[in-house]
Nanobody
């Protein structure tokens, strides 16, 4: 049973930083793609960053230079470090997993079969 659980969201002032964590259990695949998405009320879910099992990370233009996705294979955890946060970053953030590498295709919501429940990020 695959389970993804996001944590460490919260409220922060503009210009501040937050790091999100996604703990993954029951996902035993050598080849995979992990990604972070976000969704604001009334908007579509959008991909923020993705990382493949062999390492390369890709970012949405809105995240480049401010966000960094990383993974700790020993802890089965994926992180999203977010710096210089802006009010427009306010959203529910979700992590997602899939059993194939996705490269720049990480933005495709329908690609992912496994999702977390989300963690709220509010920037004021």
């Amino acid at each position: 049973h695959v389970q993804l659980v996001e944590s460490w969201g919260g409220s922060v002032q503009a210009g501040g930083s937050l790091e999100l964590a996604c703990d993954v259990t029951g996902f035993y695949y050598v080849t995979y793609c992990m990604a972070w998405f976000r969704q604001s009320p009334g908007k579509d879910r959008e991909g923020v960053a993705g990382i493949d099992s062999d390492g390369p990370a890709t970012y949405d233009d809105s995240a480049k230079g401010r966000f960094m996705i990383s993974k700790d294979n020993d802890k089965n955890t994926v992180y999203l470090q977010m710096n210089n946060l802006k009010p427009e970053d306010t959203a529910m953030y979700y992590c997602a997993a899939e059993t194939q590498q996705c490269g720049s295709g990480y933005k495709k919501v329908n690609l992912f079969n496994y999702w977390g429940q989300g963690t709220q990020v509010t920037v004021s």
